[in-house]
């Protein structure tokens, strides 16, 4: 069974400045993708950004990237330019290619950009 | 376009009772995924739909859960005999997936249960 550990349950960062949050995960599988999604207070569930594994190139998405080490099984997103709109919850999550197509989440880390 | 919405938002029932959550997913999306979020934790997979049928099921936690897509489209997830630890909030998401892969999840806003 898949794992994905969090080990920062709570982070913060002055406005305008970089933040990086820590992901690690635990599998078998060859082929798989990765996910960083984004949980403000209304609950809402947003992707901020995916990577699949098969790719060596780290994804981007405008000031979020990723920092994507398939041997090490670690998957660490980066905030630059962090805005006040960033403050929410950041889950990891993994989901294997083939078969269910289920996402495993990490327990997440709480984040606060401070003005 | 619309996004995944859910209802109700918020559902206080009694234990013992029996209810009812209601997931209608992005028009044309083939997939759909109900999910369980307790308090200070990630989202725990409990059940995914391709089409109208249950691909997997594996994380229904007991036979108290059932949840059903008969049309493919809007799903339903019943609790028979709700317990408190049944409280939790429980997230739907749908994603245009035909089973090829683990597509991107857009995921609705919630229905936050409380099991007095």
């Known amino acids: 069974a898949q794992t994905v550990t969090q080990s920062q349950p709570e982070m913060s960062v002055q406005e305008a400045e970089t933040v990086t949050l820590s992901c690690t995960y635990d599998?078998?599988?060859?082929?798989?993708?990765l996910f960083w999604y984004k949980q403000p207070p209304s609950r809402q569930m947003i992707l901020v950004i995916r990577?699949?594994?098969?790719?060596?190139q780290n994804a981007t998405e405008n000031r979020f990237s990723v920092n994507f080490q398939k041997a090490a099984k670690s998957f660490s997103l980066k905030i630059s330019d962090s805005q006040l709109g960033d403050t929410a919850m950041y889950f990891c999550a993994f989901g294997a290619q083939g078969g269910s197509e289920k996402l495993v989440f990490g327990k997440g880390t709480k984040l606060t950009v401070n003005p | 376009g619309a996004g995944v919405s859910q209802t109700p938002s918020n559902k206080v029932t009694e234990k013992g009772k029996y209810v009812e959550l209601r997931c209608d997913p992005i028009s044309g999306h083939t997939a759909l995924y109900w999910y369980r979020q307790s308090l200070g934790q990630g989202p725990e997979f409990l059940i995914y739909f391709q089409g109208t049928g249950a691909a997997d099921d594996s994380g229904l936690p007991n036979d108290r859960f059932f949840a059903v897509r008969p049309e493919g489209s809007v799903s339903t997830l019943k609790i028979q005999r709700t317990e408190r630890g049944d409280s939790a909030v429980y997230l739907c998401?749908?994603?245009?997936?035909?089973?090829?892969?683990?597509?991107?999840?857009?995921f609705g806003p919630g229905t936050r249960l409380t099991v007095l």
């Open positions: 599998t078998s599988e060859n082929n798989y993708y």
């Open positions: 998401a749908s994603s245009p997936s035909s089973g090829g892969g683990p597509d991107t999840q857009y």
């Open positions: 990577q699949e594994a098969y790719k060596q």
